[in-house]
């Protein structure tokens, strides 16, 4: 892929650089949830009970506004259904967090914990916290699941698990992988593929596995993780190279075609416009299933889910501290990052 060294404005300096404008190039709706604080507060007790937090990761928590993630990204769903996907989200960033201080005998401890919980959550037992948090979880969404959605979350969360045990290695050996490799990485660090088996369970979605296999509805949920994973690496680039992180397409580009920050930005900025554009070309490709009943019902709402997604996570990443700290919405006005300065360790 030939990267352009044309930049988006000429107003970068040296200590920023200008985000691509992503809000007004996605047109799904934003939907929000009636039950945000609500989810999100009850969600955040529960991992400060569970989770053995400091009092400076409690307030990073408290400022992630996972509740808010939640009511944008699943804005359909009973109260019940998104407090545990809440959960799940809230417990998702917190597993980030804490792996993102492993390596990769680490990472893999913590896996086998998860998903020993996940396989084994009758006979299986653990004093660890993050057990115990995944017990809880799966406990409560294994009520109403169908056995599909069971199966696809179980089996993409354990190809998340390996996913980041490989980012642990390279970041343990100092590895830059090359584009591709990363791309087909990153599809599984980024979590989505959980998350999407999360719409059904959210929305009551009884589709059969044929149909979720099926090859539009693949490239939607492909489509869909790209643009939110992509995305995300320019939002979290800044405070990433301040921490000296190099699993970012940021950086990746930057190394491996010999560009400037700013080039990398427009560059990624483009793939994740064509990643919205690719997600509304295959949706005109969707077959019906049952001649409009229920499966096409509940593959219209899965679809929906993916687009809530989307606009859910461009919308949230300005509105958590988690990127930008207080100046989130100054930055979407502004779509200016000014740079951090490099930590010492």
């Not at 920023?16 to 955040?44: A, N, Q, W």
């Not at 006979?123 to 115990?132: E, N």
């Not at 290695?169 to 979590?191: F, K, M, W």
């Not at 992180?245 to 580009?253: A, E, F, K, S």
Request: net charge neutral.
């Amino acid at each position: 892929m030939p990267v352009s060294t044309k930049t988006l404005r000429p107003s970068a300096s040296e200590d920023s650089f200008i985000l691509p404008d992503l809000v007004s190039h996605c047109k799904f709706p934003l939907s929000i949830s009636p039950y945000s604080k609500k989810v999100g507060t009850t969600s955040h007790s529960w991992l400060v009970r569970g989770g053995n937090l400091s009092i400076k990761k409690e307030k990073a928590n408290l400022g992630l506004k996972g509740g808010l993630l939640t009511a944008m990204t699943y804005p359909d769903a009973p109260r019940h259904e998104l407090r545990v996907c809440c959960d799940f989200l809230t417990y998702l960033f917190h597993l980030d967090n804490i792996s993102d201080c492993m390596d990769d005998e680490g990472a893999n401890r913590t896996a086998d914990v998860v998903m020993n919980s996940l396989y084994h959550s009758r006979t299986y037992h653990t004093s660890s916290r993050v057990g115990k948090m995944t017990k809880d979880i799966w406990r409560r969404v294994a009520t109403t699941a169908t056995k599909g959605m069971k199966q696809r979350f179980i089996s993409t969360f354990d190809m998340f698990f390996q996913a980041v045990a490989v980012q642990a290695a390279d970041r343990q050996d100092n590895v830059i992988p090359d584009l591709e490799s990363y791309i087909t990485l990153r599809r599984d660090t980024s979590g989505c593929k959980p998350c999407w088996a999360l719409i059904e369970y959210a929305n009551g979605l009884d589709i059969p596995d044929d149909v979720i296999e099926h090859p539009v509805l693949r490239d939607l949920g492909e489509a869909a993780n790209d643009l939110v994973t992509w995305s995300n690496d320019i939002f979290s680039y800044n405070v990433e190279q301040s921490k000296g992180d190099t699993h970012n397409m940021i950086v990746i580009v930057m190394e491996t075609e010999g560009v400037p920050l700013q080039t990398a930005i427009d560059f990624v900025g483009t793939l994740c416009k064509a990643s919205i554009d690719r997600f509304n070309a295959s949706k005109l490709l969707l077959p019906s299933f049952d001649g409009g009943n229920q499966i096409d019902r509940d593959v219209a709402q899965y679809i929906k889910g993916l687009e809530d997604w989307i606009v859910g996570s461009l919308h949230w990443s300005f509105e958590t501290e988690r990127y930008f700290g207080k100046l989130g919405r100054e930055v979407k006005r502004t779509r200016v990052v000014k740079l951090l300065p490099k930590r010492h360790h």
